[in-house]
């Protein structure tokens, strides 16, 4: 039996929303307050879905102990309290949550007890973003 776990991790992180392709006045325009100098910040909801089929030992598609702490290890460590705009990973890439989720799914792929179906980040009450690897159907879309 093939079974859905969805697993939820919280960070705060801060970010600036510029790219270097536009000038000054270019940026303000298409990114408007979230391209202020300083940055800004926010407390990120990760929601990690992964799917597998259910152990009959322990009933679990994995085990919460290992999904917990490869998140540890590879989403807290390096997300949690960082201003995305200086990691690596946006290094040439705009750091917007859609980039950040992608980057998310990036990581959760090499997680080795369970296959990994879609990402979703809340980056606020009203705006959050899914990701679910390249060839996917968005979730409610035909």
Sequence with gaps: ?????????HFSASHRL???AYDAARNYAVFG???NPHGHG???VVQVTVSGQVDPSTGMVCNLADLDSF????????F???NLNTLDCFADTVST???LTTEIYRIFQSFPAAHLE???VEETSNNSFDYAGEGTTPPGRI
């Design 18 to 20: 510029h790219t270097e």
């Design 42 to 44: 926010h407390n990120y």
């Design 118 to 120: 879609r990402v979703h």
């Design 33 to 35: 307050k979230c391209n």
């Design 97 to 99: 949550t859609e980039n």
């Design 80 to 82: 949690d309290h960082m």
């Design 71 to 78: 998140a540890q290890i590879n989403l807290m460590a390096r």
């Design 1 to 9: 039996m093939k079974a859905h776990l969805n697993r939820r991790y």
